[in-house]
C-alpha cells in the first residue's frame, strides 16, 4: 500500500522529485538583464540591456534588501512564514474550504511554494492557473527546499526571482 501511495505521489508531483537546487547554484545561475560596461579604472559608465524580454537587476544579497519592505513582501504573501516547513496547512485548509462554499479566499501558496514554481518550470503558474498536480509538487518541493534551505535564503531568492510588474523581475529591476 506504501509503494502505491509512493508511485501516486511520484506520478502526480512530476518534477518535483527531481534534485532541488542549492542556493549557491541559484544565485549563480541568475541571469541579469543588463550588462555593466566599465570604464579602465572599473567604473561603470553605462548600462546596456542584453536580454529584451524581460528587466532583471543585479542579484540582491538580503542583508542589503530594505527590512521594512522584507516584512511587507512576508506579511502580504505568507504571514507564517517564519512558522511553517514549506506548506501551511492551516492556508490550505482555509482555502479548500472557502472553495467547498465558494466563498472568496485568500491563496494557499506560501513563499516557498511559489518559489518551487519560479525554479521549475513545470510548476509554474500557467494562464489557466495551476493543476492539483502542480500544486502538490509545489508542497513536494516547497518541503524539500525547506529542509535543505534557511528561511534568509529562501525569502533572498523569491525577492530576486519574483515577477512584479509587467516585465519586472526581483526587487532590483522594481527599484531602479
Not at 10 to 24: H, Q
Not at 68 to 74: G, I
Not at 136 to 151: D, F, H, I, N, Y
Request: charged share 20%; aromatic share 6%; glycine share 10%.
Amino acid at each position: 500500500m506504501r509503494n502505491l501511495l509512493l508511485a501516486t505521489a511520484w506520478a502526480v508531483a512530476g518534477g518535483a522529485w527531481a534534485e532541488v537546487p542549492s542556493f549557491d547554484a541559484v544565485r549563480r545561475a541568475y541571469p541579469p538583464s543588463d550588462v555593466v560596461v566599465l570604464d579602465r579604472h572599473g567604473e561603470p559608465i553605462q548600462r546596456q540591456r542584453v536580454d529584451a524580454s524581460v528587466r532583471r537587476g543585479a542579484w540582491v544579497a538580503l542583508p542589503d534588501i530594505s527590512p521594512a519592505l522584507r516584512q511587507a513582501m512576508v506579511l502580504s504573501e505568507d504571514k507564517r512564514f517564519y512558522e511553517h516547513s514549506g506548506v501551511d496547512w492551516r492556508a490550505v485548509s482555509a482555502a479548500a474550504w472557502g472553495n467547498l462554499w465558494n466563498t472568496r479566499t485568500r491563496g494557499a501558496s506560501t513563499l516557498t511554494m511559489q518559489l518551487a514554481g519560479l525554479l521549475d518550470d513545470d510548476l509554474a503558474l500557467g494562464a489557466g492557473g495551476r493543476s492539483l498536480g502542480q500544486k502538490l509538487g509545489q508542497a513536494v518541493m516547497a518541503t524539500r527546499l525547506e529542509s535543505g534551505w534557511c528561511k534568509d535564503q529562501i525569502l533572498e531568492a523569491y525577492l530576486n526571482l519574483v515577477p512584479l510588474r509587467g516585465e519586472l523581475v526581483g526587487i532590483d529591476a522594481l527599484s531602479r
